[in-house]
């Protein structure tokens, strides 16, 4: 079944379109990612599928149904923030329970449902603390625990690791995960975080001044991006503007090539790939890699990525050096613009 399906939605703040004829379909049980830099449209979208804002135009449907009119609470959503919203005053146990307060659950129930939530969150222990006697890591994870509480089919959840330093932010991205496959809840997760956004998700759309530029699965959208915003976007890649295409391969179609597709070379290789000469501008030696900035035709800067083995480039070159690069034809993504 779709989950959320949106259909030529705008929603237009004064003079900003922040979001821009968006269409989208996200079906039941996926985990589904909004990517893309601040300012881009992801918040608003999220809160168009909450009921917090409503459409300028165009049209939601939620498992089916036309949302207008539908409030907050009589959806199947529910909401994890970046801040989390938990209640200072209340302990952990009563800020998990309190959907189920809301809905008029009797007390015995509460306390078993919430405390079971708590075990899955793995803070069984911490039932009576106050949400300022946990660490950010728990703190998001009770935020998690509460919003799953009134078993939603939907959950909501805009850049709720934001504020967790990078290790945990890595050890929550596979426990989150794990969760929704366990669940089988469909997630919908707001970041601008392309790493994370890549390794969670099963399909990603990447938002772009309120308009959405490609939504693939994470290696379809690094091996394939349709347009040179994605091919920047989603990992790092070099991009060639009509320009510079024609300089480099003869043809004015745009192109991107990710840097570990391109090789140096000591001698044009004999097959039909495609050969640059340029000079080596600078090398960042990175431990197993090392990158290379090259100036290739026009002065057009080039980033090359090479593994380091027993044969490492870096070390018979210097920065000043003529180098030689090729790449396999297939290695290169054709754009539209
Ligand atoms: P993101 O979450 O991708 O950073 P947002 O959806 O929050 O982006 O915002 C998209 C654009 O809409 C921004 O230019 C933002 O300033 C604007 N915007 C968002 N909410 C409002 C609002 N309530 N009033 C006016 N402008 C807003
Ligand atoms: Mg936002």
Do not use: C
Not at 254 to 262: N, T, W
């Amino acid at each position: 079944a779709t989950a959320v399906q949106f259909q030529d939605v705008s929603r237009v703040f004064d003079k900003v379109r922040a979001v821009d004829g968006i269409s989208l379909s996200i079906e039941e049980g996926e985990f589904f990612s909004m990517l893309g830099p601040s300012g881009s449209g992801k918040t608003t979208s999220l809160r168009l599928i909450a009921g917090f804002e409503q459409p300028s135009s165009g049209s939601i449907k939620i498992f089916g149904q036309e949302a207008a009119g539908v409030p907050p609470f009589q959806r199947d959503v529910n909401t994890v923030f970046q801040d989390y919203a938990l209640f200072p005053h209340m302990s952990v146990l009563d800020n998990v329970a309190y959907g189920l307060m809301v809905k008029g659950v009797d007390k015995k129930t509460r306390r078993e449902r919430a405390e079971a939530m708590l075990d899955m969150v793995k803070l069984a222990q911490y039932g009576e603390r106050k949400p300022s006697a946990l660490s950010g890591g728990q703190r998001q994870r009770v935020a998690l625990a509460r919003a799953l509480i009134n078993q939603p089919r939907v959950l909501l959840l805009d850049e709720p690791l934001g504020a967790l330093d990078l290790k945990l932010r890595e050890a929550m991205q596979t426990e989150l995960k794990a969760l929704q496959r366990k669940l089988g809840i469909t997630f919908i997760y707001v970041t601008h975080d392309q790493g994370e956004a890549l390794s969670m998700s099963d399909r990603i759309a990447v938002f772009n001044k309120g308009r959405i530029e490609q939504i693939d699965s994470p290696r379809a959208l690094y091996t394939r991006p349709h347009t040179p915003f994605v091919a920047d976007f989603v990992g790092t890649s070099n991009v060639f503007d009509s320009e510079s295409a024609r300089a480099v391969v003869g043809a004015q179609t745009p192109f991107s090539i990710r840097p570990e597709r391109i090789r140096i070379v000591d001698a044009a290789p004999a097959t039909d790939a495609v050969v640059v000469r340029g000079e080596l501008i600078d090398i960042h030696y990175l431990g197993s890699v090392s990158r290379y900035e090259v100036a290739g035709p026009h002065g057009k800067l080039i980033t090359v990525v090479q593994a380091n083995g027993d044969e490492e480039v870096s070390r018979r070159l210097e920065p000043g050096a003529p180098v030689t690069l090729a790449w396999e034809r297939h290695a290169m993504h054709l754009m539209t613009v």
